[in-house]
């Protein structure tokens, strides 16, 4: 099986426009690619959906990927939440990731 290139694009907290390129599956999930390349000081408890530092909004595109229970509950919990927000560390690197859009949100 070979695996293709894709890219997404995302914000950073201080607003500046990232383009990255992943493959499929190169990560368990978002959140570990991120963490990987670009940002240390998020997925705190290593992609359970416990503690909310790996909060993005989604800000054009879709993620078909359900919220599940723990992913609710530790959304209802931070602050800035919109309809648009997931838990990076929740959402499999797959081609539906392809031309995304999101910005990484602050922790408070
Ligand atoms: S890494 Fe902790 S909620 Fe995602």
């Not at 493959?23 to 705190?44: A, Q, R, V």
Request: charged residues 30%; aromatic residues 12%.
């Amino acid at each position: 099986m070979t695996k293709e290139n894709y890219h997404f694009t995302y914000y950073d907290e201080f607003k500046k426009k990232h383009h990255t390129d992943f493959k499929t599956n190169e990560y368990h999930n978002l959140m570990e690619l991120l963490f990987d390349k670009y940002l240390e000081e998020w997925g705190d408890c290593k992609g359970r959906a416990w503690c909310g530092t790996c909060h993005i909004q989604i800000i054009e595109g879709e993620i078909s990927e359900k919220i599940d229970t723990d992913e609710k509950n530790t959304l209802s919990k931070i602050e800035g939440v919109t309809p648009k927000s997931r838990l990076a560390c929740q959402i499999p690197l797959n081609s539906e990731l392809n031309g995304i859009v999101f910005k990484i949100m602050e922790t408070s």
